[in-house]
């Protein structure tokens, strides 16, 4: 981690108005249904709690997912691992927000969009922070997107290297010294 340097790329506040629009969004489309909100961890975290606190629109459940497609490494293996699952009946016959950080090479959203199609809800949609779509190797469609980024490596705002960085409250590129 030393001889790492942290290059400043989307603020707080920047992260505040992306967070607080996608929540107006959801708010909109969601008026009339509760939805049932789904967070991909652990990247996810951070954006998930400032999510569900600027939306208005009642939440049936927060619940949560695990998956994972990186170890250690700063480049994605491109194979996502289920590790940790949630119950069919949470999702079956919901409308469900998937909430993921990012979305690099797609594999592991769809690997969760694809888990969560087969516990049958009445909807599913995918709202996603961070999109990185030069590395996109499976087509994902976002149905709710907050910022579109270039192909590099980032940390904060719950995204990690090898565990670091989680507790960055903006974003930041990862740059060799
Ligand atoms: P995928 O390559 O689209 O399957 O991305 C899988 C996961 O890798 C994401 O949900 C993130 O948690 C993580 N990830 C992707 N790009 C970055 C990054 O630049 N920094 C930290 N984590 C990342
Ligand atoms: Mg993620």
Do not use: W
């Amino acid at each position: 981690m030393m001889d790492k340097k942290l290059v400043p790329l989307i603020s707080q506040i920047e992260l505040a108005q992306t967070v607080k629009k996608l929540a107006e969004r959801l708010d909109r489309d969601y008026v009339d249904r509760q939805p049932v909100l789904v967070c991909v961890l652990k990247g996810s975290f951070i954006f998930m709690a400032d999510l569900v606190r600027q939306m208005q629109t009642p939440i049936r459940a927060i619940e949560f997912m695990r998956l994972s497609s990186y170890g250690s490494a700063t480049v994605s293996s491109g194979q996502a691992n289920v590790l940790l699952g949630l119950s069919e009946k949470v999702i079956v016959d919901q409308h469900v927000i998937l909430v993921e950080d990012i979305v690099d090479t797609g594999v592991s959203t769809t690997q969760a969009i694809e888990i969560l199609k087969s516990y049958q809800p009445a909807s599913l949609k995918a709202c996603v922070l961070l999109d990185k779509p030069e590395r996109r190797r499976v087509d994902v469609t976002i149905d709710y997107l907050g910022i579109t980024i270039p192909d590099r490596f980032i940390v904060g705002y719950g995204l990690d290297a090898d565990e670091q960085y989680r507790q960055l409250p903006a974003i930041y590129g990862l740059d060799e010294d």
